[in-house]
């Protein structure tokens, strides 16, 4: 059973997190930076030793039944590969598990994607201006390629559209940027820069235009699955990138998911050993997907690990829950952080905390003053943020003064684990700094 959504208690998982009872000069953790990666509750732990302790063998066997031989760690294993498969398409709403790919993170299945779909010149694919660099280079090289091909350099094949002044998303612009030449639109439900979000009526609204003029939706949910409720079946999505280390679970552990008649059309990307069903010197046959898309050796710690995460965020502690805590935090934050902004610092994203999920950024035309938050953080209070550029680079450069700088912006990003209390840490070192920023600055630069 979930925990309820409108008396969630972080203090009833806290204790799940061995990572949380660390102790540093007396004091615990406070961590801040699970839009990059969360922290593991301890079944996701004890299921990834299970596998090296119990059964550390090569693949079990697919789907498909054409995995290696079975005999005993192997059939162990194989029915925990089968078993988290299905667990991964149940919470995406899959129509079956062989529409999931296991990759390494979402930019590897992002990857998959754009060079697996074939473009040719001519066809265009659509994103905003504040792509991740995973949902934005995977297309600019596909777009590098098709230049060449067609030998015009300026041949147009990523086509742009903006977003609102806050950095809202505005339908009406995405809607303007489909013409009949999309062949792809591929879009991030949520931003890591600053926490925005694609409501789900503008999802099914763009996925409907795409469809209308024979494209596909390719959704990088990177930043939605670990925090609410995501049906690829509802919202119409063709393909979805999303991370299992984002959501409690293994490092370097990602999921593709892709609709039977898409993923089938896709060319393998990356191939060899495990993605055919046989091989003659000249010629090759190719699995079924999702076979012929999990090239070599895989990550059986990792897909044994993932069940357990899904299980323990879905099903534990469940994302109604996730996301009003979300929300409380980060009201409770921006409440604090306002009025100490003045013009050392701005916040980026819309002022409103709820149109922001779990994401707050802070960005400053001073990167010492931005590091020096960060240092005042980490060692005052073992608070762990991130400063850089956040993979938005492109965005950054076209929006604001960035002067060059990768380190102009800090970022706190919740999970459900995290408490006011933590919160009050970080903004008391703020403020702190923001009282004698030379001081600060000075100190350990
Ligand atoms: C929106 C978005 N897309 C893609 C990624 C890439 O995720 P990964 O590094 O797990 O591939 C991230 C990572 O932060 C992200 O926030």
């Known amino acids: 059973m979930p925990m309820a959504a409108d008396s969630f208690d972080p203090q009833a998982v806290r204790g799940d997190f061995p990572s949380l009872a660390r102790l540093r000069g007396g004091k615990p953790p406070i ?17 990834i030793t299970a596998y090296y302790a119990e059964f550390p063998t090569c693949g079990g066997g697919r789907l498909d039944a054409q995995g290696r031989s079975s005999n005993w760690f192997q059939g162990e294993l194989h029915e925990h590969e089968v078993e988290s498969r299905r667990l991964m398409a149940e919470l995406l ?3 079956s598990p062989s529409e999931i790919v296991w990759t390494r993170n979402a930019t590897e299945a992002l990857n998959i994607v754009a060079h697996g779909l074939q473009l040719e010149p001519g066809d265009e694919v659509v994103g905003c201006v504040r792509e991740h660099n995973s949902n934005l280079v995977p297309w600019l090289e596909v777009e590098r390629e098709l230049r060449a091909r067609a030998g015009d350099p300026e041949l147009v094949v990523r086509r742009t559209f903006d977003l609102k002044p806050d950095g809202a998303f505005d339908l009406a612009q995405a809607l303007e940027a489909i013409s009949p030449r999309t062949r ?3 879009i991030g439900h949520a931003s890591n820069l600053d926490g925005t979000r694609i409501s789900d009526e503008d999802l099914k609204t763009l996925a ?9 939706l390719v959704l990088d949910a990177a930043q939605t699955v670990p925090h609410r409720h995501v049906d690829v079946q509802a919202l119409g999505v063709d393909f979805l990138a999303c991370s299992i280390h984002k959501m409690c679970g293994p490092t370097a552990m990602g999921a593709l998911y892709g609709r039977k008649e898409s993923l089938t059309a896709l060319r393998p990307f990356i191939v060899g050993g ?3 069903s046989d091989t003659w010197l000249d010629r090759v046959e190719y699995k079924l997907p999702p076979g012929r898309f999990e090239a070599g050796l895989q990550h059986y710690a990792g897909m044994v690990g993932t069940a357990a995460a899904i299980r323990y965020v879905r099903d534990h502690v469940g994302f109604e829950a996730i996301e009003a805590h979300e929300r409380r935090l980060n009201r409770h934050l921006t409440h604090r952080l306002l009025p100490l902004l003045g013009d050392h610092l701005q916040l ?5 905390a709820d149109q922001r999920g779990g994401v707050l950024t802070l960005a400053s035309h001073s990167g010492a003053l931005i590091n020096a938050i960060e240092r005042q953080a980490d060692r005052q209070a073992n608070v762990m943020v991130r400063v850089g550029m956040f993979c938005s ?3 950054l450069h076209e929006r604001f003064d960035t002067r060059g700088s990768a380190a102009n912006n800090l970022r706190v990003s919740v999970y459900f684990y995290n408490t006011l209390d933590e919160l009050d840490v970080f903004a008391d070192v703020v403020e702190g700094v923001l009282a004698d920023p030379v001081a600060a600055m000075d100190e350990g630069a």
Do not use: K, Q, S
């Not at 409907?208 to 596909?216: E, L, N, S």
């Not at 980026?348 to 409103?352: E, T």
């Open 274 to 276: 495990d993605t055919v």
């Open 393 to 395: 680079n492109a965005y």
């Open 31 to 47: 961590y801040l930076n699970n839009t990059c990666m969360t922290l593991r509750p301890r079944p996701v732990i004890e299921a």
């Open 93 to 95: 709403g899959a129509a």
């Open 184 to 186: 792809v639109l591929a």
């Open 208 to 216: 409907d235009r795409v469809h209308a003029v024979g494209g596909v």
């Open 348 to 352: 980026l994203g819309p002022v409103d």
